[in-house]
Each structure stands twice: as C-alpha cells, then as structure tokens.
C-alpha cells in the first residue's frame, strides 16, 4: 500500500476522500498468474485448497513461497482470501460449538447483553475473549482446535512469527441484521475525529497490525450471511477516514461479494478491507464464526509502566495547575497523555464493553473529564480502579 510518488499527504480527511479515486481501485480483476497456488477464483476472490497444501507447509522453501503468495494477496492483491478446509476434520469444531454454547447460556443469565462493535444489540450472541474461555471450558478442545497448521501459516504470513491470538465468538441467528460497511482494527475503532488525528503514515501501518480471519462452524449459505466484501478496497490509503460517508458505503452495497463457506472453511482478510456481516435471512441456519483477531509481535511498549499509579499522583497538582492557570490547556494535556494511559484496549470486552462507541473510555480520557467535572481526589481515584478492575481478564 505504498502512495503514489506525487502524493503528498500529511493526514487525511474525510471531505477530500475521492470515490472515483476509490472505484478505480477496486475494479482489479484477480488473475490466476498472480495467484498460482490458489486451486480457484471466485469474485476475485483466490481460494485454497489446504487437502493439497497442508503437506508443502511443512517443507521450508514451499513454505516461505505460499506464505509470500498470501501475504502478496492480502496486502497488494484482493485483500481477502479463503482457505478451503482449513480443518481435515470438522468434529473438533462441534466440540467447540458445544463448549461455546455453554458459554452463551450462561452468560445470558449473568448479563444484560454485551456491547458489539458495528451489529444491532439483540441481533446476535457474542462471546468477548472466546480464546480464553474456551480454554477454560476445555482445554482438551482448544488444544486441538488451534492445532491448526494452516490457520498458523496465515498468520505467519501477515504478522510473522510470534504473533498474539485472540477471538471472539459472533453467533447470528435467523433474522440477524446486517452490519454497515466498515475497516477494522485498529484505526477502524477509533472515531471519525479520533482517526483524522492520526497522520497519514500511521494510516498506512494500521493495517499490517492484525489480521482479520473468520472460521466457520456450520455451513454458511449466502443467504445465512456470510462477510460482505468489497476486494482491493484495502489498497485505498485514506480508507479508515472514508468508510464513514455515505457515497462509500452506497458504492459498497453495491459492489460488494459474499462467498459460501462451508463448515471447517476459514476466511482471512487484510483488516484495511471495506467489510460487513451479512444479513441471515434463513429460518432454521444460526451462523456461528470464531472472529479471530491476531496482532503483531511488536505492539507492545518496551517497559512496564503503572500509569493508574501515575494518574493518582499527578492528579491533584494538574487539577491546582488548572485552577492556578500555570499551565495552558495544551500543556497540561500533553503532561497528561505522557502518564496516562491512551489507547482502550486491550481490555475485558465483558466488563468494559464498547457500548456508545467504537472502544471504551481511555484513561487519558477519563483523567481530562474528571478535571472538567471536578471530581475530587478519592473521586478519581476509585474510577481509575474501576477501570483497571474492569480491564483485567
């Protein structure tokens, strides 16, 4: 995704977004030269067969050649592809559907319903950190279930070795409402304004952060919904400021393409893809995908730093400071965002939900509303430990 030569581009903004710009980029047509492992194409789509490439994988220099051709896909090419019967055998994901039931069942005693991202509460079941849970559920089942060569070799091939997993459960029943169009983490989840204060380089590096993938539990027609996609779309670098108008989104429904999977199928995206759940229009097929959302190796900071401790001991001089009027509103911001932690995630999804957002509340963000709101000292002090309760797994 690298820019033009002649672009010149310091941060992006929505109303300079260019939809005939966009348009051109997502008429590529996927051809079978540049996709030479794929066993099929299919709107653009290449699709591979893992009965035949779970063996090469094993071998070194094949290896490295499939994982180039991936990663060529999902950075230059559609952006979007599938690996067919990325599980030989589906019986371990019965399993994990019966444990992931469970879950569900008993979550909805305990819950007035968790916040999702971009879906209508009530339209689907969620369940935040299905990694951990079910590890706790069964961990014989989750042993064999992310014993997954091919499901690795993806991820090696966008984020490198060492790359952290996480998921998360999306069940949609009959009747489950669509998704708009959107991109994904991590830009994806910040605001329209937050995300225009990102400059344009950062836009580019947020997409080689996660991967975006999706296994399939039962069989997912195309009327039960499955992801709605939009190839090439990933290649437009002002995207993450984009996805939000209106003419973009109508151009999506338009132009977007859904595959049947089939149960033991997996999907993997570029998370800079213009993408959204489908509608289940079926009576009887409740859709259930493992979201998987992996992040690199390398988004982490270099030392630990107990920034609740922080918050508490620089409170009460940034709010004497305020009062004081020694310190500009700019100043004491950025003392602020230097002690204070700014990003809402990663975090506990079940307790510190998204609900009225994209992500919950920053420390930063809490720290400069607690001074406008004049919360005392104790005040502060005992939501900066909600929080960090609420953030713990």
């Known amino acids: 995704m690298t820019a033009p030569a002649e672009t010149k581009v310091g941060f992006f903004d929505a109303d300079a977004c260019d939809l005939c710009e966009f348009t051109n980029l997502i008429e590529r047509t996927t051809t079978p030269a540049a996709v030479p492992r794929a066993s099929d194409i299919q709107k653009n789509i290449p699709i591979y067969d893992m009965s035949t490439l779970r063996a090469p994988l094993e071998e070194t220099d094949e290896r ?11 950075m230059d090419g559609p952006g979007v592809l599938v690996l067919r019967g990325a599980y030989a055998e589906t019986a371990v994901l019965d399993e994990a559907t019966s444990a992931y039931e ?22 689907n079941d969620r369940i935040w950190n299905a990694l951990q849970k079910l590890c706790e559920e069964a961990p014989d089942v989750f042993l064999r279930y992310f014993a997954n060569t091919s499901i690795d070799a993806i991820c090696e091939a966008w984020l490198g070795p060492n790359y952290q997993m996480t998921a998360q459960i999306n069940l949609v029943h009959p009747g489950g409402a669509a998704q708009q169009a959107h991109r ?3 830009l994806g ?21 996660t991967l975006q993938g ?28 984009a996805w939000r108008r209106e003419d973009f989104r109508v151009l999506f429904e338009d132009r977007h393409v859904q595959l049947p999977l089939a149960k033991g199928d997996a999907l993997f995206f570029n998370p800079a893809l213009f993408h959204a759940a489908g ?37 009460p001089h940034a709010v004497q400071s305020q009062k004081a009027g ?22 506990n999804l079940d307790r510190d939900p998204p609900k009225g957002g994209l992500a919950p509340e920053t420390q930063q963000a809490l720290f400069i509303r607690a ?18 309760k609420n953030q713990k797994p």
């Open 64 to 74: 490295r050649e499939i994982l180039t051709e991936w990663a060529g896909v999902l």
């Open 102 to 123: 469970a879950i569900i069942a008993r979550e909805a005693l305990a819950s007035d319903g968790g916040g999702d991202h971009f879906a209508a509460a009530g339209s």
């Open 184 to 186: 994904d983490y991590h």
């Open 189 to 209: 989840f910040q605001t329209a304004k937050i995300s225009a204060e990102y400059p344009a380089h950062v836009h580019d590096l947020s997409p080689v952060l």
């Open 214 to 241: 999706a296994i399939a539990h039962c069989d997912m027609p195309i009327e039960s919904g499955p992801t709605k996609l939009l190839p090439f779309s990933q290649l437009y670098r002002a995207g993450y400021a």
């Open 279 to 315: 509608a289940n229009t079926t009576k009887d097929i409740h859709r259930m995908a493992n979201l998987l959302q992996v992040s690199s190796a390398f988004g982490r900071a270099m030392e630990t730093v107990d920034r609740t401790k922080m918050c508490k001991l620089l409170y």
């Open 326 to 347: 020694t310190l500009t509103t700019s100043e004491l911001r950025s003392s602020i965002c230097a002690a204070a932690e700014g990003y809402s995630f990663p975090t």
């Open 371 to 388: 001074i406008a709101e004049g919360l005392t000292e104790q005040g502060f002090s005992d939501c900066l430990d909600l929080m960090a």
